[in-house]
């Protein structure tokens, strides 16, 4: 029987590439080596550690003598992942502690093996008195890093701290529908007969979220192209954009290609879809998610601030999901809270202003462009947004008429500016901006 050390030892690793060398999550856990049985044991305890990690490092600064940054990413990470363990999940106590302790063994930290166990053992001694010196900050309490509360506290007010918790809640499963292969009724009766219990989401009509996780590739919908994976929020992209038969559309930075196949599934009779991403890699997603669902798109490898990327001519309809910090999917990517850094936020905003700037000229007189992403930051959406209006008198802001004609949406946060901003723990959704923006007749 096993012991449990190597599935802790896999998850101590996935921490340590994130923490210490800079890996996404996605990447970090992508080990062949794992066992595909202790695979799910193995993401909870990963994106757990990494969820309530910045409580759970000032935890580890009240046991170690040593400060935080001159442990090994292992180390760190074996702490993490033994302290998450006994904070949070439904694991025996004893083995927690036992199995960590022999991971650490397994990931190269022998030597630090009692030091892990002394930190353990004491945490269970002590563990109020300990996590109320690191709840007494509301980076502390709400597991962020200071520059993401500071932020958000600025942008939001009253509502950071509900922002904060939701980014810490576990995410639901949301499936489309494609609408062009089955309905959301027939799809939600599919999936009742195979035990899946889902619930409607009123401003995304192809939308169900499921009633538990499960993995998509076990279902039938889903491998036969009936469905797919997308957050509501997300799926607010197609309907605002509002695209017509005989139009010719241009998705940029459009991998993995989720809203590409969402506007192709709603709008059948469009004259040509481009759907453009810098790289092949993610551009091979796009026509594999594509080919799955039966559909098909003009799919580009190109930079859309090449303003030749794409082919010739103007298009009715542009979507630039623009290239963002992703602090509005911190609950779906807690590695986010670790990767990101402040300095991002300027350096994604003058890469976002010169997309908008470069595909705007690629916009037909008449037509929308629909700026999109999945960032919260005023300074990555609104003033982005801002700032071209005031540099560009031929663009008119039509968000708000475009969301009236979304029936369903629920109220938003006051707007202070252009653009509408779905919250996390506000719409039940990830976090989305939207700024629709329209190319004066002359």
């Not at 060398?21 to 990447?27: K, N, P």
């Not at 063994?105 to 008195?129: D, M």
Request: aromatic share 4%.
């Amino acid at each position: 029987m096993s012991d449990g050390s190597a599935s802790r030892a896999a998850a101590v690793r996935a921490v340590a590439g994130v923490i210490g060398r800079g890996q996404s999550l996605e990447t970090a856990l992508a080990d062949p080596n794992v066992d595909p049985a202790d695979r799910a044991f193995v993401q909870a305890l990963a994106f757990g550690a990494l969820r309530f990690g910045h409580r759970l490092k000032l935890v580890v600064g009240q046991l170690a003598t040593r400060k935080w940054d001159a442990l090994t990413p292992e180390l760190q990470a074996l702490l993490l992942v033994g302290l998450y363990q006994l904070e949070y999940a439904e694991t025996a106590e004893h083995a927690a502690v036992s199995a960590t302790v022999e991971a650490a063994r397994r990931v190269g930290e022998a030597r630090a093996a009692g030091f892990v166990n002394a930190c353990l053992r004491r945490f269970q001694r002590e563990r109020e008195a300990l996590l109320a010196v690191a709840d007494a900050s509301v980076g502390g309490r709400t597991s962020h890093p200071a520059w993401i509360v500071d932020a958000l506290e600025q942008d939001w007010h009253d509502q950071a701290e509900r922002v904060l918790a939701a980014n810490n809640a576990h995410p639901p499963l949301t499936l489309r529908a494609n609408l062009a292969r089955t309905t959301t009724e027939a799809l939600a009766a599919e999936l009742a007969e195979a035990g899946h219990e889902t619930h409607a989401v009123p401003f995304a009509p192809a939308a169900l979220d499921l009633g538990r996780p499960t993995d998509v590739r076990a279902l039938q919908a889903f491998v036969e192209g009936r469905c797919s994976v997308q957050d509501a929020a997300a799926q607010l992209a197609v309907p605002l954009l509002d695209a017509r038969p005989g139009m010719r559309v241009l998705d940029a930075c459009a991998a993995p290609g989720g809203k590409t196949g969402h506007l192709l599934e709603s709008v059948p009779g469009l004259a040509e879809v481009v759907a453009l991403d810098v790289d092949p890699l993610r551009a091979g997603r796009i026509r594999d998610n594509l080919a799955r669902l039966g559909l098909a798109a003009n799919v580009v490898v190109g930079d859309a601030l090449d303003p030749t990327a794409g082919g010739p001519g103007l298009f009715d309809r542009i979507l630039l999901d623009a290239p963002c910090s992703g602090t509005g999917v911190i609950r779906r990517h807690p590695d986010i809270k670790w990767l990101r850094r402040p300095r991002d936020v300027s350096t994604l905003a003058d890469r976002q202003k010169r997309l908008l700037a470069v595909l705007w000229e690629r916009l037909a007189p008449g037509g929308r462009l629909v700026y999109a992403t999945c960032s919260i930051l005023r300074a990555e959406n609104r003033a982005v947004v801002r700032a071209f209006l005031a540099a560009t008198p031929e663009a008119a802001e039509v968000t708000e008429s475009a969301s009236l004609a979304v029936a369903g949406l629920p109220p938003l946060p006051a707007a202070r500016g252009p653009g509408l901003t779905l919250l996390p723990g506000v719409a039940g959704t990830d976090g989305f901006y939207y700024a629709c923006l329209e190319r004066r007749q002359h």
